[in-house]
Each structure stands twice: as C-alpha cells, then as structure tokens.
C-alpha cells in the first residue's frame, strides 16, 4: 500500500527462528517446513486486527489456518482507504527457517 504519513519514519524488523527439527522434533514437519508470507503494516490506534478476548479479523484467521495473506491484504487496503491504516507489505522476507535475516 501508499502512506498518508506527513512525516517520515524508519523501521528495522529483526526475525530469528528457533523452531528446528532439534529443538522441536515432535511438531517439526517431516518435509517442506516454511513460514507464512510476511505481512507488516503501520496503522493508527483506531485500528486492530484482533483483542484479547475478541476474535481475529477474517484476514488474521486466512494467515493462521492456511498461510494466504489475500484476504488480510483486503481489510488492510480497505483500512488504508479509511485512513486507519498508514502503509503495509506482504512479501517473503520471512521465509528461512532456522536462520535469521533483518531487513
């Protein structure tokens, strides 16, 4: 998405996985493992894809069950458009697992 920020800022997202067939060998994948698409998004506090207590959003739900940011792609272009949320990606930044990366 595009920004409506009137100023600018810079974020560094760090990701480090430490989910490996060592440390976790009863819930490793026999094959195949990977993470989700990430999805990162700057919003205003009007805006919340869940709550404690609160069911996730439709989108959030997609991400969990079944990896597809498509639906979570949506509500967020819908809240930009709204102006709650500011700017957001999608992208495979987080698909290493058992390293690391920054970005």
Do not use: F, I
Request: charged share 10%; glycine share 10%.
């Amino acid at each position: 998405g595009t920004g409506g920020c009137s100023s600018s800022e810079q974020y560094t997202l760090t990701y480090e996985s430490t989910w490996t067939s060592t440390r976790h060998p009863p819930d490793y994948p026999s094959s195949s493992a990977h993470l989700s698409p990430a999805v990162v998004a700057t919003h205003s506090n009007s805006y919340q894809m869940w709550a404690s207590g609160s069911l996730a959003s439709s989108g959030v739900q997609s991400v969990a069950e079944t990896g597809a940011t498509g639906t979570l792609t949506t509500e967020l272009s819908t809240a930009e458009s709204a102006g709650t949320v500011l700017q957001y990606q999608t992208g495979s930044l987080l698909d290493l697992v058992g390293g690391s990366t920054t970005q």
